[in-house]
């Protein structure tokens, strides 16, 4: 599909929403010279107390949670196959054991990351607020240079 098709895909849906037509400016300011602002919000924000909770409920938690629902499953399930032992059920009961067993450890390894990653997330930003703070400071308010005519 070509750039154009889909552009024209886009401005067709809008249209069969009644929305207005919204042309893309890259690198731009408003013509009044104000503020772009985006989508409307003008700050990225942060909750480092919601950050603080999820990781805390994560961690007290969801994880403990998880790991309590893997082991009751373990035991019933191994508990059903040998019920079953020697029927075809017994193999089916061990197969989806294993399935579920793989989806929990990726589950598990999924909100270990998560954790980490809300952990992380202040430092991070604090980091990237300072680094460009520093990257302004760095500039020559200097006189612009001027070519000669």
Excluded: C, Y
Excluded at 91 to 106: C, F, I, M, P, S
């Amino acid at each position: 599909m070509a750039w154009d098709e889909w552009e024209q895909l886009k401005s067709d849906a809008r249209e069969r929403r009644g929305e207005p037509p919204q042309p893309m400016q890259l690198n731009s300011i408003p013509s009044d010279g104000g503020v772009a602002t985006g989508s409307g919000a003008q700050n990225l924000k942060t909750d480092p107390m919601g950050k603080r909770a999820a990781v805390k409920a994560l961690q007290e938690e969801i994880r403990p949670g998880t790991d309590t629902a893997g082991d009751g499953a373990r035991e019933a399930s191994a508990t059903a196959a040998q019920t079953f032992s020697g029927w075809a059920t017994s193999e089916g009961l061990a197969d989806a054991h294993k399935e579920w067993e793989l989806q929990v450890t990726n589950l598990k390894g999924r909100l270990g990351n998560d954790q980490t990653a809300l952990t992380k997330a202040h430092g991070e930003f604090q980091f990237v607020d300072h680094s460009v703070k520093s990257q302004i400071a760095r500039v020559d308010p200097g006189r612009a240079p001027r070519r000669e005519i």
